[in-house]
């Protein structure tokens, strides 16, 4: 398992402090800076996941539990209406996120906002967020949403305009509690419902329907 490189400064001062500690004869709150150490050192994991199936399935792009799944109009993504999957990341899941789909990122851009807790419905439109668009090989448009909560304070994301991604590679994280929003078209075939819990990188979200057709 790998651990994203955004981890280590909230690390390293407890590796440290515990390490002094027992230099200075004091084992059992070094034992206890240590183990805050490794605690949040989970929290920065990063598992690798692979997904065998066919090349047009959506997979999630972060780890948690579906919150909601509805269809909606966002023409800061693209024209048309776009399934909804809203996905809550509580403090013990991975935060790191995952390019869901193949393509060319056309959008990644960061929207200032407040910190509401990120369960609340209206979370997408009141919190920081930011927004990172993919064209596919076919044209269609996918969107990701990462999304600020009560406790995240910052949002990193390592996809730049123009880059071309595959899926499953590192899209970037949020820090300490959040929510993820993957928007696909209309058209596509959701797979997951609300309450379930997906992994990024492994758990098929959408299908396009013509392919959902002709694999029942």
């Not at 994203?4 to 909230?10: H, K, L, Q, T």
Request: glycine fraction near 10%; aromatic fraction near 8%; charged fraction near 25%.
């Amino acid at each position: 398992m790998s651990f994203a490189r955004e981890g280590w400064p909230f690390v390293l001062p407890f590796l440290f402090l515990g390490g002094v500690l027992l230099l200075l004869g004091n084992p059992r709150t070094a034992t206890g800076f240590l183990v805050l150490a490794v605690l949040v050192l989970l929290f920065f994991r990063d598992p690798a996941r692979h997904f065998a199936g066919p090349g047009d399935v959506i997979l999630a792009a972060a780890d948690g539990k579906v919150l909601k799944v509805d269809v909606i109009e966002a023409p800061e993504i693209g024209p048309g209406r776009f399934h909804r999957v809203a996905t809550f990341l509580s403090v013990f899941d991975v935060h790191v996120q995952k390019v869901p789909t193949a393509g060319e990122v056309v959008k990644s851009s960061l929207t200032r906002g407040k910190m509401v807790p990120a369960y609340r419905s209206d979370a997408d439109l009141k919190n920081e967020n930011h927004l990172s668009v993919l064209k596919r090989p076919n044209g269609d448009l996918v969107g990701v949403r990462q999304i600020t909560g009560l406790v995240a304070r910052r949002i990193v994301c390592y996809l730049k305009p123009g880059e071309r991604v595959h899926r499953g590679q590192a899209l970037g994280l949020i820090k300490f509690g959040s929510r993820v929003d993957l928007l696909v078209p209309e058209s596509y075939e959701v797979k997951v419902r609300v309450g379930d819990r997906m992994k990024n990188g492994e758990t098929a979200v959408a299908v396009p329907r013509e392919s959902a057709g002709a694999n029942p």
